[in-house]
């Protein structure tokens, strides 16, 4: 399996899933988008924050720079919404040019990091890489789930479907 060719796809994936998301979010009223809706991060707006804490603020800096920054898991880490989007993407466009760097061997090694605990952790490369994107899907699936509780249409979000739309002539 060409890791770098997969990692890249998921990467992408990625940026497609969290625009259409974004996307479906915007037309919901700020009442209703910082609303306690049952999530685990209570709201639209706490779990969109929470990816961003997780996804560019630990994981990132886990694989880019090999440090480990200790972050509550519900920092508010933008409290405007658009900043919070364009931070998003910002983070998620980042991804294809760190699996672009990372060197062959690394593949096969382990990331070593501090956890939020402050415990050491020694974990497989690439699966751990893969929790990050699963992570995301994971909280991009609440988020639809809480637009459907209020009422609002949700974006198809599989990956198929970006797959698909890559293979349509422009």
């Known amino acids: 399996m060409d890791l770098v060719a997969y990692f890249t796809t998921l990467a992408r994936y990625?940026?497609?899933a969290t625009q259409r998301l974004l996307d479906a979010v915007a037309v919901l009223p700020?009442?209703?988008?910082?609303?306690?809706v049952g999530?685990?991060?209570?709201?639209?707006?706490?779990t969109l924050n929470h990816l961003l804490v997780g996804e560019v603020h630990?994981?990132?800096?886990?694989?880019?720079?090999g440090q480990s920054q200790r972050i509550p898991l519900d920092t508010e880490l933008e409290a405007d919404r658009a900043r919070l989007g364009e931070r998003l993407l910002e983070g998620a466009t980042r991804w294809p040019s760190v699996?672009?760097?990372?060197?062959?061997?690394?593949?096969?090694?382990t990331l070593d990091y501090v956890t939020n605990r402050g415990t050491f952790a020694s974990l497989p490369f690439?699966?751990?890489?893969?929790?990050?994107?699963?992570?995301?899907?994971?909280?991009r699936a609440q988020i639809t789930a809480a637009l459907t509780a209020l009422?609002?249409?949700c974006p198809e979000l599989d990956l198929v479907y970006m797959l698909q739309q890559e293979q349509k002539p422009a």
């Open 30 to 36: 700020d009442d209703d988008y910082r609303r306690d």
């Open 151 to 153: 009422g609002q249409r």
């Open 39 to 46: 999530l685990f991060f209570k709201s639209i707006h706490g």
């Open 14 to 16: 990625n940026v497609w």
């Open 126 to 139: 690439a699966p751990t890489l893969a929790h990050v994107f699963n992570h995301s899907t994971h909280h």
């Open 99 to 109: 699996i672009a760097a990372i060197a062959p061997e690394r593949w096969a090694s």
């Open 58 to 65: 630990l994981w990132q800096v886990r694989f880019i720079e």
